[in-house]
């Protein structure tokens, strides 16, 4: 089961190897890891998504908790938040076959960001699955290369996770 962790840190040196450490040390596997600062600069934030069972995810959330550097952790259930990710996939197409990839990309609502003589390289930028899809309908095509970010997300609607509903729980 993959369970998403949205967790603040401090924006410091130092802070994603002490965090990638406590999961090797733990033999927890990370699936993907994002990073980026927040609407506070001070302020990062991950978006760790942890392969493993309710057991497990309740010990990383534990673990992670206690660093100090770690200003909040939160399970994000998927159904209750918003996922991306960005997938550049590169393909090496015969001129006949170049049509139906553009076609394919344009059903996806990806684009087409690179074309050579013998590839085209689509990037898409949407939900997990959906890259996966893409992936899958790109495979018979010869992939020759293929990077994705990992994914990003927050909670939907109105709810949040901000440092300072932590601060006030530490009162």
């Known amino acids: 089961m993959r369970q998403i962790l949205s967790v603040l840190v ?7 190897s002490r965090i990638a450490g406590l999961f090797a040390r733990r033999g927890f596997n990370i699936h993907s890891l ?3 600062t927040t609407e506070d600069a001070t302020i990062s934030r991950m978006t760790i998504v942890v392969d493993g069972d309710a057991r497990t995810v309740e010990q990383v959330e534990k673990q992670l908790n206690k660093l ?13 938040s918003t996922r991306r990710e960005l997938a550049l996939v590169k393909v090496q197409v015969q001129a006949k076959d170049r049509g ?16 050579s003589h013998t590839t085209l390289t689509v990037e898409l930028c949407d939900k997990p699955e959906k890259v996966e899809l893409l992936i899958e309908l ?12 990992g994914m990003a997300a927050l ?16 009162g």
């Open 68 to 80: 100090v550097d770690v200003l909040k952790v939160k399970k994000l259930p998927t159904q209750e």
């Open 34 to 36: 994002t990073v980026g």
């Open 138 to 149: 790109l495979s018979p095509y010869q992939i020759l290369e293929l990077a994705r970010t």
């Open 100 to 115: 139906q990839v553009v076609d394919l990309a344009k059903i996806l609502n990806a684009k087409i960001v690179d074309i």
């Open 10 to 16: 401090e924006n410091k040196a130092g802070v994603l």
């Open 155 to 170: 909670q939907k609607g109105s709810g949040a996770i901000g440092y300072q509903e932590k601060n006030l729980s530490r």
